[in-house]
């Protein structure tokens, strides 16, 4: 088989380029091991912390506002309720609002709008883990073929240390 002119230098410089990589991939698999456990932690904090309320509880939580006079009869019953405390602070700060100056339209806008900026909180977040999971995957990817290719260099010179440390290394990073 004929040598390509130039083959080996290029072959050469990927190599280089290849295995000066596997350290910043290496660092990056660990950053996002550490923030996949602090992620699960929170999904664990925020999955005891909340609380689901059956179609039954809604339907008396809204009977018991209907009936009250004053904005703070309604601020007492949201507080007597199983929500979260995120879900109080917003229908607080709804019922709390002055009805001579807000217009049930008013209200509605405002409410709509904390709704809104809540679902953007989560999307934040959700964004995070997205990208977090998909470079994940790529640096996996690469930790597991980079140490490769001196892993066969090594098999074929018969150097058993350097295969088994190769080895090692792609097995590790596949994550």
Request: hydrophobic share 45%; with cysteine; proline share 3%.
């Amino acid at each position: 088989m004929a040598a390509v002119p130039g083959g080996e230098i290029l072959s050469g410089i990927l190599n280089v380029v290849a295995e000066s990589l596997l350290i910043p991939v290496m660092i990056l698999l660990v950053i996002f091991i550490i923030f996949a456990v602090i992620e699960i932690g929170a999904l664990l904090s925020e999955y005891t912390s909340r609380h689901k309320i059956t179609g039954k509880e809604k339907e008396i939580l809204i009977k018991n506002i209907s009936a009250c006079t004053t904005p703070d009869q309604i601020s007492q019953v949201i507080f007597h309720t199983n929500m979260n405390k995120y879900d109080k602070e917003i229908l607080t700060s709804i019922a709390q609002l002055d009805k001579t100056v807000y217009n049930k339209k008013t209200r509605e806008t405002l409410a709509r709008n904390l709704l809104e900026e809540q679902e953007f909180k989560v999307n934040q977040t959700l964004e995070k883990v997205d990208i977090v999971s998909k470079v994940g995957s790529a640096c996996g990817l690469l930790g597991t073929i980079i140490p490769m290719g001196p892993g066969l260099a090594a098999l074929g010179a018969g150097d058993m240390q350097t295969l088994t440390t190769s080895l090692t290394t792609a097995f590790n990073t596949t994550t």
